[in-house]
């Protein structure tokens, strides 16, 4: 049997992969490179359907590591009851801070200072002044403070705003100050002129953001989603956004990707963008660091990075 690994990026791209394994470039085509029962290391396509890149997972009765390219792991999770224990699961922490982090402050800037009304009022020729609310003075909050959260943190200061208050699952400190566990976000929402969601999603957070969280956020305050669709109730979001109470920006939906004829494209104060906040310019070098990295721990029997869960352990399948 050979040892291979499964590359969404064709091997010869990526400089300084270790020697040993057979690497096979797969990124979603209906025919597989190999035999996936050869397979020890599989890297999964990147921004592809989640059905897709769970496909050979049954197969790969060899694997010893999943490695995601996206920071968020729902698309595979799924898969995980077919494989044999002690298998590891890594996700790609390091690669898309900084995307989502710029993504983040763009769409808080352009929902606040109304810039989708410049747009189509420029479309129609017409000159549209008038006060908007600045991101300066204004209090933050941050659902999902790990490294992405930070990473957003990190250019909000800049900006001059009032107060940063960030929720992760358990209490801790930071540099920048404490981290509330999320027992305590129905305090802290009435305070929040941004409430920031980039929290992944699980058990815990599905649905998170329902019709309560929704009423506790105070009157003219704007939703931010760059976490994923299914943390927020999308009927109940419709329900504030068309009222006009509330507003919202969001790079990824539920449904995703979003219908024609949503009632979420034309709600008031909406501003949608189509899943973007990985994929920039900067992605493909950090993933290609982040493979080269991981592959040689794996090849040299060293630690790898940010491994989330075992298979048939207490934390995995």
Known sequence: MSADVWLPIPPEEIEGLPEGPNYRFWNGEEDFPADPADCVFYVVPYMKPAGLGQRPLPAMTSLEVVQTLSAGIDHVVPALESLRPGV????????????????????ILASLRGIPDFVRAQDRGEW?????????????LIVGYGSIGSAIEDRLVPFEVARVARVARSWRTTARGPVHPIAELPALLPDA????????LNESTLGLVDADFLARMKDGALLVNVARGGVVDT???????????????????????????????SAPGVLVSPHVGGPTSAFLPRAVRLLVDQLGRFVNREPLRNVILTTGTANGS
């Open 88 to 107: 590891r699961l890594c996700n790609a922490r390091g690669v898309h801070e900084a995307s989502t982090a710029e993504l983040t402050l763009t769409l």
């Open 193 to 200: 002129d941004v409430v920031i969601l980039c929290t992944p």
């Open 128 to 140: 549209l002044s008038g006060f908007r609310p600045a991101l300066a003075d204004k209090n933050v």
């Open 235 to 265: 009927k109940a979001l419709l329900t504030e956004v068309e009222s006009g109470r509330l507003t919202a920006a969001l790079d990824v939906t539920d449904p995703e990707p979003l219908p024609p004829g949503h009632p979420l494209w």
